[in-house]
Nanobody, 120 residues
Framework: QVQLVESGGGLVQAGESLTLSCAAS????????MGWYRQAPGKQRQLVAD???????NYADSVKGRFTISRDNRKNTVYLQMNSLKPEDTAVYYC??????????????WGQGTQVTVSS
């Protein structure tokens, strides 16, 4: 079984920064794409950013130029550096990982979610 543990959420004022971390552990053969999603109350969960094993990145238009996703393969960890935060960024942020658990096995796993609240 694979577990994802998220950290780094909190309460900040508009314009400030936060860095989220998500560490994967357990039965991991290799990790493919890692990403971050967010969900505001009453809204659908949406992609924020993701990064492939080859370090190719993808961002939602709403966060381009402000957020940076990165990964540390040695630590099986993905990060999301969030700068110039806006109240619209307020949401629960979820880590997502596409994991190969064996030569043939594969699974998609989600973190528990971490709250990010940005005040005006």
């Amino acid at each position: 079984q694979v577990q994802l543990v998220e950290s780094g959420g909190g309460l900040v004022q508009a314009g400030e920064s936060l860095t989220l971390s998500c560490a994967a552990s357990g039965r991991i053969f290799s990790i493919n794409t890692m990403g971050w999603y967010r969900q505001a109350p009453g809204k659908q969960r949406q992609l924020v950013a993701d990064i492939t094993s080859g370090d190719r990145t993808n961002y939602a238009d709403s966060v381009k130029g402000r957020f940076t996703i990165s990964r540390d393969n040695r630590k099986n960890t993905v990060y999301l550096q969030m700068n110039s935060l806006k109240p619209e960024d307020t949401a629960v942020y979820y880590c997502n990982t596409d994991v190969r658990t064996s030569i043939l096995g594969r699974g998609v796993y989600w973190g528990q979610g971490t709250q990010v609240t940005v005040s005006s």
